[in-house]
């Protein structure tokens, strides 16, 4: 059994699409990747204040949990943004 209680519950593809963006509120994607239609596997967010980057680290997380999945969120200084998105795409990695 899941978490959730779910004998054979799996594990979302992604982060919803729709849900990510009642999450940004302040924020501003530069960029988005898919891990299937609808489903967000990486975005790239700037937010106008680290009280509003925390607040949306948080949620993610636990919106993640109630999905039956991880969120991992690295938070990076603006400027080292896209970059830091290239390197772990190089690597295969999926960042949120």
Sequence with gaps: MTRQGHAHAEP???FPDSWLDALIGAGSVFSR???APGA?????VQFPSTFHAEQFCLSVRQMANLLGTRAHVHK?????????LRE?????SRLL
């Design 12 to 14: 979302a593809a992604g």
């Design 33 to 35: 990747d898919y891990a």
């Design 40 to 44: 967000v596997s990486t975005v790239g």
């Design 76 to 84: 990076v200084p603006s400027h080292q943004a896209r970059s830091t």
């Design 88 to 92: 772990a795409e190089r690597h295969g």
